[in-house]
């Protein structure tokens, strides 16, 4: 049953949605919900991402899949200054995690997560010869990536100017992924 007054930070975190039926509109409920997607994805990225030989980015029959996720948050959202690495990366968590189970059913928070959802169930029909765990793992080595590249000194858009740069040759970027080419 939903409580209508405070409780304890400790019986919210520990008793949430077991004991207490929380509204669906309380704060603590859906940043608590978040934090839990993101320990799992912690958890998750640190057992199967762990060896670069199993990269799923080396895998031929992916790449064409994440080059068109990529190159899509490129064209819708790198010109303009209003969606940054952390929105990509808290819609791609949501994606991964309604992929996985762990949320059910998918609800869009926001109009960049509606944008993301529906490009990538284009791109999930398109690419349907993949099957889910690699569309999963793809999304999960994404997030990696715009965990390992953004935030910090490196700024919230620094995800978005590499996959620039590696989509255009312009950018922030584009000589070093220039220099890496001609060496490989």
């Not at 400790?10 to 839990?36: A, H, M, S």
């Not at 994606?95 to 791109?123: C, M, Q, W």
């Not at 349907?128 to 999960?140: E, G, P, Q, T, Y």
């Amino acid at each position: 049953m939903a409580l209508t007054s405070s409780i304890c930070s400790l019986c919210c975190g520990t008793k949430r949605q077991k004991e207490i039926r929380c509204q669906q509109t309380c704060e603590y409920l859906k940043k608590g919900e978040e934090y839990q997607l993101d320990r799992e994805i912690s958890k998750k990225i640190g057992s199967d991402l762990h060896l670069e030989s199993e990269d799923v980015f080396q895998m031929d029959d992916v790449t064409p899949f994440v080059e068109a996720l990529e190159r899509f948050f490129v064209d819708q959202f790198y010109r303009g200054r209003e969606v940054d690495d952390n929105h990509i990366y808290d819609s791609l968590a949501k994606i991964y995690a309604f992929r996985t189970g762990t949320i059910t059913p998918f609800k869009v928070g926001n109009k960049t997560e509606e944008v993301i959802f529906n490009k990538f169930s284009d791109l999930n029909k398109r690419f349907s010869h993949l099957s889910d765990s690699v569309k999963s793992r793809a999304i999960l080595r994404i997030i990696k990536s715009i965990r390992s590249s953004s935030g910090g000194v490196l700024g919230n858009r620094n995800y978005l100017e590499m996959i620039y740069s590696q989509h255009t040759g312009k950018g922030k970027w584009a000589d070093l992924f220039s220099e890496l080419e001609t060496k490989g």
